[in-house]
Each structure stands twice: as C-alpha cells, then as structure tokens.
C-alpha cells in the first residue's frame, strides 16, 4: 500500500510538473492583452490559470464625459462555471471577438493548445523547415504565428539554406536594413545591385569617417 500511494503522489508530482511547463511568468496558461473589435474602442484582458479564467475590461471614453473615470471592470470564474457563464461570454464575444470565445471555452473543456506554447526559437526552427506556401497559411492563423512567420530569424534561415549567393558581410548588412525576407524575394541581378550600392554607401561612409577624424586630429 505504501508504494502505490507514494507511486500515487510522484504520478501527481510529474503530471502537476508537466502542467507548470506550459505556464509563463505570471502562472498564466494565457496572458493576452488587446484592443476591442471596432468599432469599440475598450481594452481587454485575458488570464486564464490552472484553476481560473479571468477577464477584465477598460471603457475607453472622452474625459469629459461622466463615467471616464470609471474603474476596470473584472470577471473571475472557475472552469465549470465560465463554461455557464453567459454574461462573461457575451462580454468576451463583444470585446475580443467569437475566435477568443471558442478558444477559452476549448481551454476550459480540457482542450490546451500546447503548440501556440512551444517556445517562439523553437518554432522558428520548424517554421524554417516548411513549405513557402505553408508558411504563408500558418501565418493567417493567428498574430503570433504571423508575426513568427515574419520574422527575420525565420527567414535568414530560408536564405542561407535555399539561396546560393555567398553570405558576405555586405548581404548581412544589407538584410539588417531590409530584412531576410524581401532579400529572399529579390531575384539575383536586382540583389547583386543592390549589394553594389551597399559596398559604395559604406566605402563612402568609411572614407567620410576617416576625413573627419583627420580634421579633429
């Protein structure tokens, strides 16, 4: 008996262990903040716990009216009871929007959506190593996954394995300024001319540098 209660308790240990992997710093499964759907203009909050689903709200109104010091509105649930909770669905619905609504409720039944929590340079990775035209959808499926499917880290990725020009330091400088991305959908004779103007803008910088420090000596 012994050793099933303490195998028991490390089976519960491991598996509360496994759920705090998918918390950030604040203990939050979710920790989301936005704008409202127009044409409002409030701002929301989402904090979803291992036990809580919280949403709280800001009216954004003139200063001259009455209620602009009005102070956040606040809704704490349980699971269970955010599932029956219709007034803070509709509220949700209103300021964030269905697709935020279904989500929460899918965390609320159990459904966890661990790959939207897989660390962004480890997504950056498996971004890396898909299709362009999978890529593309996978960033119209949320902000987070366009914004990583975006990103230069991504996208210097894609250059270094798929494009043949040589990395020289001009092209590094020349991505820090444009971005891997739209060198990637440069063809090769508008790159090589652009590299060109790249080398004789830094040429022309060193020599300015040089003059200068030669007047102040």
């Known amino acids: 008996m012994a050793t099933k209660k303490g195998d028991s308790h490390l089976k519960k240990k491991e598996s509360t262990k496994e759920k705090n992997v998918w918390l950030n710093e604040h203990g939050a499964y979710v920790d989301y903040s936005d704008t409202a759907c127009a044409p409002c203009k409030d ?41 029956h909770d219709e007034r803070c669905h509709s509220e949700i619905q209103r300021l964030a929007g269905d697709p935020t609504l279904q989500y929460l409720i899918g965390l609320a039944e159990g459904h966890v959506d661990y790959i939207d929590r897989i660390p962004d340079n480890v997504l ?48 590094e400088a020349l991505a820090e300024k444009e971005g891997w991305k739209r060198l990637f959908y440069t063809n090769k004779l508008q790159l090589q001319m652009q590299l060109r103007r790249q080398k004789r803008h830094d040429e022309h910088a060193f020599v300015t540098e040089g003059q200068q420090s030669m007047e102040t000596s």
């Open 43 to 83: 701002f929301y909050h989402v904090f979803v716990t291992p036990t809580q689903i919280i949403f709280r709200w800001w009216k954004i109104v003139p200063p001259t009216r009455a209620d602009s010091n009005q102070s956040p509105f606040e809704i704490r649930d349980t699971y269970d009871d955010f599932l």
């Open 124 to 171: 950056e990775k498996m971004i890396a190593y898909l299709e362009l035209e999978d890529i593309v959808r996978l960033g119209a499926t949320s902000k987070k996954f366009r914004r990583l499917c975006n990103c230069d880290a991504v996208w210097e990725k894609i250059f270094r394995r798929e494009v043949e020009t040589p990395i020289t330091p001009e092209l």
